[in-house]
């Protein structure tokens, strides 16, 4: 089944593209990131993480709109684009989520260095977690989001020293014509 037939087929559409993108490039766009800069957030009760703007990344930005319109068959637009960067204690919870009344389509593509184990995205519907996206350097995940599909970025264990999560956050709305 192609990526197409499987969003079409899915009642709450999501899917995982493996290896959107290559090391290669992910490591390039993680450097332009670090160089931007990072600021941390830090509210305990909802989220400990870094964020950076990713405007800069129009190429990269392009590429994946053209891609996620490909698959789901919209005519789409960037909206917002962000980078999240977790490191070990860091987590998003679902309260620190934005409701979106416009069913929206969520990017996210993993430009993390190495795989950290356990550290996943869910998101949820009505409060269950119906999609897992794991920390899988170079996939891109596409979610219909809507008002009742929250999202959370589960904890990064403390054991894993050193590791590194980044994460690229694009919001893509249908095109206005």
């Known amino acids: 089944m192609s990526t197409r037939d499987e969003w079409a087929a899915s009642p709450m559409p999501a899917v995982v593209v493996l290896s959107a993108i290559g090391a290669e490039l992910a490591a390039a766009v993680r450097g332009r990131l670090e160089n931007v800069g990072y600021t941390r957030y830090a509210l305990l009760d909802r989220a400990s993480y870094e964020h950076a703007p990713a405007a ?10 053209a ?26 919870l679902v309260r620190h ?15 993390s260095p190495a795989p950290v184990p356990d550290a996943e ?3 949820r519907h009505r409060g269950q977690v119906y999609f897992g996206v794991p920390s899988q350097p170079g996939s891109l995940a596409i979610v219909e989001r809507g008002p009742t599909v929250m999202s959370n970025h589960t904890y990064v264990s403390k054991l894993h ?6 994460r690229l956050v694009v919001l893509l709305r249908v095109a206005v014509a």
């Open 56 to 65: 800069g990344e129009t190429e990269l930005l392009e590429i994946l709109r």
């Open 67 to 92: 891609l996620a319109s490909e698959i789901t068959a919209r005519a789409l637009v960037v909206a917002e684009a962000r980078a999240l960067r977790l490191g070990p204690g860091d987590y998003l």
């Open 97 to 111: 989520d934005r409701v979106h009344e416009d069913r929206p389509l969520e990017l996210l593509l993993d430009l």
């Open 121 to 123: 995205v869910h998101y």
């Open 161 to 166: 020293a050193g590791a590194s999560v980044v």
